[in-house]
């Protein structure tokens, strides 16, 4: 599986950007998908989740409201659509898609897209 990242940028706090990660490969063994992101002399964290249908999703407490993800699965296409965008938001956000693999679980990362909110 490969995911590759895009929609990243420079936006004034208060905007808005979507990114967009699209899978290639085997992406029928792709199960949940997620956004994640790495701030500067921090951990990576997890912004948002989705199962396979998309039926299911969770957030961080700090992007609720704020942020939405979906998935497109005709597309191969996960989304992130991200508004009020604050300057703590900033950070590299990466894709992330599991695979359930004869029962061992496989995690795949893109290679991530820079979010820059300026205050």
């Known amino acids: 599986v490969q995911l590759v990242e895009s929609g990243g940028g420079l936006v004034q706090a208060g905007g808005s950007l979507r990114l967009a990660c699209e899978a290639s490969?085997?992406?029928?063994?792709?199960?949940?998908m997620g956004w994640y992101r790495q701030a500067p002399g921090k951990q990576r964290e997890l912004v948002a989740r989705?199962?396979?249908?998309?039926?299911?999703?969770n957030y961080a407490d700090s992007v609720k409201g704020r942020f939405t993800i979906s998935r497109d699965n005709a597309k191969n296409t996960m989304y992130l659509q991200m508004n009020s965008l604050k300057p703590e938001d900033t950070a590299v956000y990466y894709c992330?898609?599991?695979?359930?693999?004869?029962?061992?679980?496989?995690?795949?990362w893109g290679q991530g897209t820079q979010v820059t909110v300026s205050s």
């Open positions: 992330n898609a599991g695979v359930n693999a004869g029962g061992t679980w496989h995690d795949y």
């Open positions: 490969g085997s992406t029928f063994s792709i199960n949940a």
């Open positions: 989705i199962t396979s249908g998309g039926g299911s999703t």
